[in-house]
């Protein structure tokens, strides 16, 4: 079974410009995470779906940041105008549902961003 | 304050030795426990799951719950050096409907050569 791919894998910007990571679930997997990782630390959650319902963005920073799953498959995390502490690892992470709360979160192996 | 704090930062032993990691969380709402273990450019891969006082054993690996302290702890047996890694302790909260994951920072885990 694939795991979590995300794309790419890799990205360097300069402060100002936009940025977009790409995230393939596991197939069946109904909720979707986006997490920052930033360099030394664990990961942080900025975002979730169920389907393609945004279930929790209380830490997303929305002025620059968005975060779509249009069918409930697929999801884009996108950075407008980086700054310099937007430097991180940006991690997607799939689950399935279940209702006793024990699901298990699978992550992909992360976009490392670095903003000069 | 972090919610879920690790220790120690840093831990070396050496091939086949034993190791203890410690997790403790100041939210009483946290029930749901994982270790994560993380090799250099990957992302996270999940270790295992405690979600009961007591015991949990898979493989060279054993986790241990105390709810009433809080206390999560992982032990590994046998060190090898494919151990060598970041490892992460992640709770959930019950009651919330969320399924939002909170990692402590970690400890970075390491064979003496």
């Known amino acids: 079974e694939a795991g979590v791919t995300q794309s790419p894998r890799y990205a360097v910007l300069q402060e100002g410009q936009a940025v977009s990571f790409w995230c393939d679930p596991i197939s069946g997997h109904d909720t979707l995470y986006w997490y920052q990782q930033p360099r030394d630390q664990g990961p942080q959650l900025l975002v979730y779906?169920?389907?393609?319902?945004?279930?929790?963005n209380s830490q997303l920073p929305s002025d620059r940041f968005s975060a779509v799953r249009p069918k409930g498959t697929n999801s884009t995390l996108k950075i407008q105008s980086a700054k310099q502490g937007d430097t991180a690892t940006y991690l997607c992470a799939s689950s399935f549902r279940d209702w006793g709360g024990e699901d298990t979160q699978y992550f992909g192996p992360g976009t490392r961003l670095l903003v000069l | 304050q972090q919610k879920v704090q690790q220790s120690p930062e840093s831990l070396s032993v050496p091939e086949g030795g034993m190791a203890s990691l410690n997790c403790t969380s100041s939210d009483r709402n946290f029930q749901y426990f994982w270790w994560y273990r993380q090799h250099s450019g990957e992302g996270p891969k999940a270790l295992m799951?405690?979600?009961?006082?007591g015991d949990k054993k898979e493989g060279r690996f054993t986790a241990h719950l105390n709810k009433a302290s809080l206390h999560v702890s992982l032990h590994i047996r046998d060190s090898q050096p494919s151990d060598s890694a970041l490892y992460f302790c992640a709770a959930r909260s019950t009651g919330t409907g969320s399924n939002r994951l909170t990692f402590g920072k970690g400890t970075k885990f390491s064979l003496i050569p």
């Open positions: 799951s405690i979600f009961s006082d």
């Open positions: 779906f169920r389907d393609e319902a945004v279930i929790d």
